[in-house]
């Protein structure tokens, strides 16, 4: 599947099914995935970057918004290639889940 082009997983949120959204979308033709209800673990930001960085700043302290935003530059700069290409692999096998979920209710 993701090997045929490019594929849009997002939820109904108002900028997702904005018209300045879709309209590319459809204009490029690109397959766009719906995101199944009750399913709020498919984003990798929550399941593989957040976690990721919880876990690396747990117990960090900063002492101002911008020494924070730094922080979180600096790590995510230091990050590998992979790291990301990991996330996005595992999105096949939690949509997967997901959709075996909504399917079994």
Same mark, same amino acid.
């Given at each position: ?8 997983? #997002?939820?109904?949120? !108002?900028?997702?099914?904005? &018209? ?6 459809? $204009?490029?033709?690109?397959?766009? /995935?719906? #995101? ?5 673990? /498919? ?11 919880? !876990?690396? %700043? *747990?117990? !960090? !302290? ?8 730094? &922080?979180?530059? $600096?790590? /995510? ?5 992979? %790291?990301? *290409? *990991? &996330? ?13 979920? =909504? =399917?079994?209710?």
């Amino acid at each position: 599947m993701l090997s045929q082009g490019i594929v849009l997983l #997002h939820d109904n949120a !108002r900028p997702h099914s904005a &018209g300045v959204t879709q309209n590319p979308a459809q $204009q490029f033709s690109w397959e766009q /995935l719906d #995101h199944p209800p009750y399913s709020p673990d /498919l984003a990798p930001s929550d399941y593989h970057l957040f976690l990721n960085l919880k !876990r690396d %700043f *747990e117990g !960090r !302290r900063f002492d101002s918004d911008d020494d924070a935003k730094n &922080g979180v530059q $600096q790590w /995510l700069s230091s990050l590998a290639a992979t %790291f990301f *290409e *990991e &996330g996005i692999d595992k999105l096949v096998s939690r949509y997967d889940k997901c959709l075996k979920m =909504v =399917v079994t209710m």
